[in-house]
């Protein structure tokens, strides 16, 4: 079992990661985790399609 001091540093770490992730994801500065989690999925899956889309422009253009 956690004891209390062991276990209030990681929830000051994740609330600390939480607020980071809040200013790298468009439009979640003022989410709460539910929608920064959803809205964190779907920015790295529109991440993942724009670099999909690049590589694709860049063997067209023979880069």
Do not use: N, W
Request: include cysteine; charge should be positive.
């Amino acid at each position: 079992m956690m004891r209390m001091r062991e276990k209030k540093p990681l929830q000051c770490l994740v609330l600390k990661k939480l607020r980071k992730l809040k200013k790298i994801v468009p439009g979640c500065r003022d989410v709460g985790l539910e929608a920064l989690l959803r809205r964190t999925a779907d920015y790295i899956s529109f991440l993942e399609l724009k670099v999909i889309v690049l590589k694709r422009i860049l063997d067209i253009h023979g880069v």
